[in-house]
């Protein structure tokens, strides 16, 4: 445990993505404890006020201040600014690994070019991990921890939970008779492969998440049997934890986090392969039972929940154990 007189996390100006709830999360929890902590955004030179959809975590952004006795938390996609970092102490809270690897994950040689690229723009080091062995870093998923793992970089973890307002008044959604035969997914996670689904099963509803308000999209998970990601998953995904609390039954691939058994863990049965031969027939059979026989497969999900609702309790407790004074 180390004690700092003020602990800054840096997102990027107006975004508003799952990530970034995450960075301000983070401040609001931090502050909860008692421990001094702020939100700033990067670039540092610029105004800016914190987005409508996180002003609940916080009120007003700070400016950078790289002095001794503070911690600056940068997300991985911002590696450079952490090194800049003079008097502070700089981290990096690993949130997607993909995103710092400029990585899709379907070609190995294009997703090399996409770091080169960056790296020519300076905004990834040319050392790659090794060039940030010196900073301190936490992991958000076990996926991260397994990155970091093998390139022998020392790591926290630290797994934060979703927004409380899905952990609140959740069991009306847990009925089978609230949900209709739909599936939801989100559109830029390889809709190569959703899109071929969607094709080979036109007797399915298949519903894009886009466009909705935090309000509708709560409503729209609420009403569906099922949520669909084929995708590579970067980290601990929000929409999936978001979906289960909110009674869909999670059909995933088996790529990046979705992989291990700590980040999403669903039972296996409801992680398809998607190189498989059989993949068409296991998704119809899986979903077609999921209409059939909704409140099973619901309940199927009930330790997967159980897992998710005790997030901030966990959550709190690392930060406690991190940095807060005794």
């Not at 975004?15 to 301000?24: I, K, R």
């Not at 999360?25 to 502050?31: I, K, R």
């Not at 090194?83 to 809270?93: G, P, V």
């Not at 936490?138 to 927004?163: C, D, H, M, W």
């Amino acid at each position: 445990m180390k004690n700092y007189k003020k602990i800054q996390v840096v997102s990027l100006n107006s975004a508003v993505t799952g990530g970034p709830e995450a960075l301000h999360h983070l401040v609001h929890e931090l502050n909860s404890l008692g421990i001094r902590a702020e939100i700033i955004y990067f670039p540092f030179d610029q105004d800016c006020t914190v987005p409508d959809q996180y002003t609940d975590f916080c009120k007003q952004p700070g400016r950078l201040e790289d002095c001794i006795g503070n911690l600056v938390v940068f997300p991985e996609i911002l590696p450079i600014e952490a090194l800049k970092i003079k008097n502070a102490d700089a981290a990096i809270w690993w949130l997607s690994v993909d995103n710092f690897l400029v990585s899709k994950k379907i070609n190995s040689l294009i997703d090399k070019m996409h770091f080169y690229q960056k790296a020519l723009r300076g905004q990834r080091p040319w050392g790659g991990l090794n060039a940030l062995k010196n900073l301190t870093h936490y992991s958000q998923s076990r996926y991260s921890s397994e990155f970091l793992q093998t390139a022998g970089i020392k790591f926290v973890e630290v797994f934060e939970p979703i927004n409380n307002r899905f952990l609140t008044n959740n069991s009306d959604h847990l009925n089978a008779r609230t949900k209709r035969n739909e599936i939801l997914y989100n559109p830029i996670k390889r809709f190569d492969i959703t899109s071929s689904l969607i094709k080979s099963f036109p007797d399915i509803i298949f519903t894009p998440l886009k466009g909705f308000t935090r309000d509708e999209l709560s409503k729209k998970l609420a009403t569906s049997k099922a949520y669909i990601d084929f995708g590579h998953h970067p980290g601990r995904d929000r929409l999936p934890r978001e979906a289960s609390i909110l009674g869909c039954c999670i059909v995933t691939g088996q790529l990046g986090a979705a992989k291990n058994t700590v980040d999403i863990s669903i039972p296996s049965q409801y992680k398809l392969d998607h190189t498989s031969p059989s993949f068409f027939q296991e998704f119809k059979i899986l979903i077609s039972d999921i209409f059939e026989n909704t409140q099973k497969h619901i309940d199927l999900f009930q330790d997967y929940r159980s897992h998710i609702i005790s997030e901030p309790i966990v959550f709190k407790q690392t930060l406690t154990k991190l940095f807060q004074k005794s």
